[in-house]
């Protein structure tokens, strides 16, 4: 059974950081794409960084320079390191995967038909 499982999230004040991970099972992340998305309550979900299987990184222009996607592969997990954050990068975080040969079908979200798993979430809540 294929699962991610996303943990870190919590509240901190502006200025601080945060590292966020999104452990994997049922597949190999170091072979997949992987991503993070995150959504603000009752605001769209949006794209945040994505890594894929030759170690290239993508960001959105919002967390460039501020965040930082990471992969472990003996722990099989993709990190994501928040620094200098900001009251609008309060949402809940998503982890996203397409595993190496994925067949399908995709499941849906965030406006994505591309991944075929997502996880529960994790809420980050940053103060002013």
């Known amino acids: 059974e294929v699962l991610l499982v996303e943990s870190g999230g919590t509240r901190v004040q502006t200025g601080e950081s945060l590292r966020l991970s999104c452990t994997a099972s049922?597949?190999?992340?170091?072979?997949?794409?992987m991503a993070w998305y995150r959504q603000p309550l009752g605001k769209e979900c949006s794209f945040i960084s994505r890594?894929?299987?030759?170690?290239?990184?993508v960001y959105s222009d919002s967390v460039q320079g501020r965040f930082t996607i990471s992969q472990d592969n003996a722990k099989n997990a993709v990190f994501l390191q928040m620094n200098d954050l900001k009251p609008d990068d309060t949402a809940a975080y998503y982890c996203?995967?397409?595993?190496?040969?994925?067949?399908?079908?995709?499941?849906?979200?965030?406006?994505?038909?591309?991944?075929?798993?997502w996880g529960q979430g994790t809420q980050v809540t940053v103060s002013s």
């Open positions: 996203a995967a397409r595993p190496k040969d994925f067949q399908g079908p995709p499941a849906y979200k965030c406006g994505s038909w591309y991944f075929g798993y």
């Open positions: 049922g597949f190999t992340s170091a072979d997949a794409v």
């Open positions: 890594i894929s299987n030759n170690g290239s990184t």
